[in-house]
């Protein structure tokens, strides 16, 4: 008898083991990662998430649960992947890179949103002020926007002759506009000509380097997108070096990957911020209370081995002002 009740006791216990995992799975707060990106290229951007969030002592499937919604570039997509992350009511959505807190905000006027973006919130009246945002939105902002006529000056130190530049730009994003307008100013003060170039999708590209082959600039820059930084990475640098187009990119990244420099605020460093914030609202902090963050790490980086191919000579004083040269 004693054998059996303990059995059944034993037994008991066991089936109510799933049943506790399974409420306290359900209790773990969630946090929405909404972003145009793709999941391929974005893997050590998600560890930073990560790092931010480990620095309050949130870790992923312990005590921390992630739900992930990539658009891949089709930003059509991603009001439906908000609107599912409202509906499954996550405790926060991050969303990370334009024209993420833009469809976050349309989603939901209740869940907080920790947003890294470089476009001007306040401005656009996401948020009512840099210190107190107001409303259920705050996080990070990265200079990107001001960068991008600095883009051109950088370049141009490099291709001293150039008289044409050409500008890739993504025409669903929301700060094309005033991307494009920045660089035409820039354009002009420097004497220079500047043909924009727009690309949506891949289907974008083989086309608008067809072009760049008609209209022979001397150089190319990329726009502030998370699209097109995530295809410079590798599709756009092999690109730009089948072509041999000198071309400046946002993040150290596409260097890396053999373009020939870029100029920008750390990607890293703005996601771990964004982790950062997100913890600090799993506990109890209110968005309209925390003011948004500047990732002003900004760097200059060259790939000197690509200068060369190009047959570029990069003025030491521009290699003294850069934050990294690749051999």
């Known amino acids: 008898m004693i054998k059996r009740r303990a059995f059944i006791t034993l037994l008991g216990g066991a089936a109510t083991w799933p049943l506790a ?10 946090i929405g990662l909404l972003n145009g990106r793709s999941i391929d290229d974005a893997a050590y951007l998600v560890a930073a998430l990560r790092r931010g969030l480990n620095e309050a002592g949130y870790v992923e499937g312990q005590n921390v ?8 570039g089709h930003y059509d997509r991603m009001p439906a992947m908000a609107a599912d992350l409202v509906r499954r009511q996550v405790a926060v959505i991050a969303a990370i890179g334009d024209p993420s807190p833009f469809v976050a905000k349309a989603a939901t006027e209740t869940i907080p949103i920790v947003f890294l973006t470089g476009s001007d919130l306040v401005r656009r009246g996401m948020v009512a002020s840099l210190n107190r945002p107001g409303g259920n939105m705050t996080g990070v902002s990265v200079i990107t926007g001001v960068l991008v006529a600095k883009r051109m000056q950088l370049l141009r130190e490099v291709v001293p002759t150039a008289a044409v530049f050409a500008m890739l730009v993504n025409p669903n994003n929301p700060n094309a506009e005033t991307d494009t307008k920045d660089v035409k100013e820039a354009a002009q003060t420097l004497g220079l000509q500047l043909r ?11 086309a608008v380097f067809a072009t760049l082959v008609q209209l022979r600039p001397s150089a190319l820059i990329v726009g502030s997108d998370p699209f097109l930084n995530s295809r410079s990475e590798q599709q756009l640098v092999a690109l730009a070096a089948r072509h041999a187009v000198p071309t400046i990119y946002n993040y ?14 750390s990607l890293v460093d703005g996601w771990r911020l964004a982790g950062v914030y997100a913890s600090k609202i799993l506990r109890g902090a209110k968005p309209a209370d925390l003011p948004i963050q500047n990732a002003v790490k900004v760097e200059l980086v060259i ?7 190009l047959g570029l000579t990069v003025p030491l004083p521009l290699l003294g002002r850069a934050d990294e040269v690749i051999e």
């Open 21 to 30: 995992a399974r409420a306290q799975q359900a209790a773990m707060p969630v």
């Open 65 to 72: 649960a992630i739900e992930y919604r990539w658009a891949d």
């Open 196 to 206: 924009i170039l727009n690309a949506g999708n891949d289907r974008d590209f083989d």
């Open 252 to 265: 150290r990244e596409s260097v890396t990957a053999g373009g020939l420099m870029s100029y920008g605020t």
């Open 303 to 309: 790939n000197m081995k690509t200068a060369k191919a």
